[in-house]
């Protein structure tokens, strides 16, 4: 792949920009056993990686057949956030990667705005993208559909040809090759490590920021 003809990257952000699935995974299983449904982090990798907390809940409701109580995604964004302000961490190295891009940057996640807001805060990123953080919220349909993808790249100015999309899941990917940009996967979070799930398509993996295109990054 050449990195020649980028002029934007576009970073997910849970699984990429913080280290924050395991944490997620960790909450939504306590509150759903609170609720008597069991499940463990390989199902939710498989299964939910990647997806809005509406998807991920129809998918129970339909799996469990049972709805969800009241309340339940209110109680559970909390937990997460709580969690989160004390837990949550950068991925490795990303930091570096962020201060050095040449060419402009944004995030485009399937987190809810106020999630996403909070994650880039209390990891210290949000200052390397200011307002142009985009979620599935701004668009009809969420990943693996390329909607907010290109709506991200619309916003931004930016051709989908010359975007590249880092991102973690089969849905996020699959969302990037489907708006005709080109993907790369990072596979350095600590729910992915040791457990990397295949993917039919040919992107390019890597598990480590200092892996990252050079061509897109200044000098040290």
Same mark, same amino acid.
């Given at each position: ?79 997460? &956030? ?5 837990? =949550? #961490?950068? @991925?490795? *190295?990303?930091?570096? %990667? ?78 990037? &090759? ?5 993907? =790369? #996967?990072? @596979?350095? *979070?600590?729910?992915? %490590? ?27």
């Amino acid at each position: 792949m050449s990195f020649d003809d980028i002029d934007l990257v576009i970073f997910d952000c849970d699984g990429v920009l913080v280290d924050s699935e395991m944490l997620s995974a960790e909450v939504l299983i306590a509150e759903l056993a609170e609720i008597g449904i069991r499940m463990d982090q390989p199902y939710i990798r498989k299964h939910f990686l990647g997806r809005s907390f509406p998807t991920v809940a129809r998918s129970i409701s339909d799996t469990f057949k049972t709805d969800l109580p009241g309340g339940f995604e209110e109680r559970y964004r909390a937990s997460l &956030l709580k969690r989160f302000e004390t837990e =949550l #961490r950068p @991925t490795n *190295g990303v930091e570096s %990667v962020l201060s050095r891009l040449i060419c402009p940057a944004c995030v485009a996640t399937s987190s809810s705005p106020p999630r996403a807001r909070n994650s880039l805060q209390v990891t210290g990123l949000a200052s390397f993208f200011g307002p142009h953080v985009f979620t599935a919220s701004q668009v009809a349909n969420g990943k693996p559909a390329p909607d907010l993808f290109l709506f991200a790249a619309d916003q931004m100015q930016v051709p989908p040809d010359r975007v590249l999309v880092v991102e973690d899941s089969r849905p996020g990917m699959t969302a990037g &090759l489907a708006a005709g940009m080109h993907v =790369l #996967r990072y @596979t350095g *979070g600590g729910h992915l %490590v040791g457990h990397v799930p295949e993917y039919g398509d040919p992107v390019t993996c890597f598990d480590s920021w200092t892996d990252f295109p050079q061509k897109l990054l200044s000098p040290d």
